[in-house]
């Protein structure tokens, strides 16, 4: 499981976002559609992504309970199907920063 989540959080890389957002660009996508805009949801997600990998390399995610890893396994499955849905040319804006602020419990605490 943590294999997995280290897998796909490598993939969800800045250069990747910037793939995605050059896509948006290029195929006239409003990236301002979605619960909040392209650019804020990477932001979430850059700062989710250091979280995770710090918590992956420190050994500490082996910890939590199964069902919260596939839980979180699964929110970076969408984010990163999203994503490269984007990269490849897919009107994925509003699915993508949806999957990415899913991850978001409150203002205070943060799932993904």
Known sequence: MIERMW???TTLTEESQQAALSKCKELSLDPNRGIVSLDESFI???SARSILMDAIEKKKLIQLPITVQKTLVSH???ISKYQAGLIAGT???VNLTSAIEQGKLGSEHSFL
């Open 76 to 78: 970076l499955e969408a």
């Open 7 to 9: 897998e796909i959080l």
């Open 91 to 93: 009107d994925e804006v």
């Open 44 to 46: 979430n997600l850059n």
